[in-house]
Nanobody, 123 residues
Framework: QVELVESGGALVQAGGSLRLACAASGRTFSTYIMGWFRQAPGKERESVGVITRSGSSAYGVDSVKGRFTISRDNAKNTVYLQMNSLKTEDTAVYYC????????????????WGQGTQVTVSA
């Protein structure tokens, strides 16, 4: 069992930055692939990106490439999402997730979800 707790969501102006953190319980964090998802109002949840056990990352949304960075610190059982040059369309609830595999498109297949943290970007 893995418990995930996100933090760092806030109201920020367009062009600003935020860093989200997701702290995981347990001693098996390093064995999981971690991912960040987001869900905007009225839209389906989408994969922002994933980071492998060894720290390689890939991004599932073209609009975040070059602006968002996923990293992890296995010693701290934490995965991060650094978001720069935020846009109003980045407004969403952001979720972290843990899983053992990805699908054929490289999207994480979550076994565990965090509760989500709200990111609101104002114009």
């Amino acid at each position: 069992q893995v418990e995930l707790v996100e933090s760092g969501g806030a109201l920020v102006q367009a062009g600003g930055s935020l860093r989200l953190a997701c702290a995981a319980s347990g001693r098996t964090f390093s064995t999981y692939i971690m991912g960040w998802f987001r869900q905007a109002p009225g839209k389906e949840r989408e994969s922002v990106g994933v980071i492998t056990r060894s720290g390689s990352s890939a991004y599932g949304v073209d609009s975040v490439k070059g602006r968002f960075t996923i990293s992890r610190d296995n010693a701290k059982n934490t995965v991060y999402l650094q978001m720069n040059s935020l846009k109003t369309e980045d407004t969403a609830v952001y979720y972290c997730a843990a899983g053992r595999a990805t699908n054929g498109l490289g999207v994480l297949r979550p076994d565990y979800w965090g509760q989500g943290t709200q990111v609101t970007v104002s114009a």
